[in-house]
Each structure stands twice: as C-alpha cells, then as structure tokens.
C-alpha cells in the first residue's frame, strides 16, 4: 500500500512558475512509476507528466513539454514538478498517481495507476 501526499499548489500569475512535491508513504515506492494528472472543473482527467521508477524515462503531454519538468529522488519519496511560464488553461487540481506498470502499458491511462492522491489545486490568474 502506497500513501500519496501533494503540496505546493497555489495561486499564480500567467507567466510565473510552481513546483508541485508528491510524498509517498509505504512499501517499495521506488518501484512504481509515478504520474502527475490534473482536471480542471467540467473536463475529464488527463495526463501531465510520466516518470519511470528509476528516473531514466521521462513522458510529457504535447502541452506541457518544455514548460514542466518531472523528477523524483526516490531517497526521499518525493516526486516534483517544476511548472514553468504557466498559463490560465493550466488551471486545474493536480494529482500525483503511482503504479507498477506492465511493460509497454501507457503511461498516459489512469487506470494504468494503483495509487491517488488527493491532489492540489493550482490556479493561473490572466
């Protein structure tokens, strides 16, 4: 059983940058791949950002490529996502999700993911 905890979300203006933490709790959390989500009111889950259990695969929506940054230091449990130059439709509740995987299982499904957290509320103001 894994335990995951978001912080870092918050209020910003267009062009500003956040950094989300998702902290884990449990056994073996350095196995699973963990994933960001977000969903914004009236609009279904989708996809952000992908990182293997050992950090050496990295997958990133089209939107956000070049503007967020995943990372994780499996020392610490603790995954990260740099957001960077965000915009209004980055409004959203962010969510970090963890699992293990099946080889060649897409990192974009999140049914693929054992494990949810609460998730954290980023807001973009114009």
């Known amino acids: 059983q894994v335990q995951l905890v978001e912080s870092g979300g918050g209020l910003v203006q267009a062009g500003g940058s956040l950094g989300l933490s998702c902290a884990a709790s449990?056994?073996?959390?350095?196995?699973?791949?963990v994933a960001w989500f977000r969903q914004a009111p009236g609009k279904e889950r989708e996809f952000v950002a992908a990182?293997?259990?050992?950090?050496?695969?990295?997958d990133y929506a089209d939107p956000m490529k070049g503007r967020f940054t995943i990372s994780r230091d499996n020392a610490k449990n603790l995954v990260y996502l740099q957001m960077n130059s965000l915009k209004p439709e980055d409004t959203a509740v962010y969510y970090c999700?963890?699992?293990?995987?099946?080889?060649?299982?897409?990192?974009?499904?999140?049914?693929?993911?054992?494990?949810w957290g609460q998730g954290t509320q980023v807001t973009v103001s114009s």
């Open positions: 999700a963890a699992g293990t995987l099946a080889s060649g299982a897409s990192y974009y499904i999140p049914t693929n993911y054992d494990y």
């Open positions: 449990g056994r073996n959390f350095n196995f699973y791949a």
């Open positions: 990182i293997k259990w050992n950090g050496n695969r990295r």
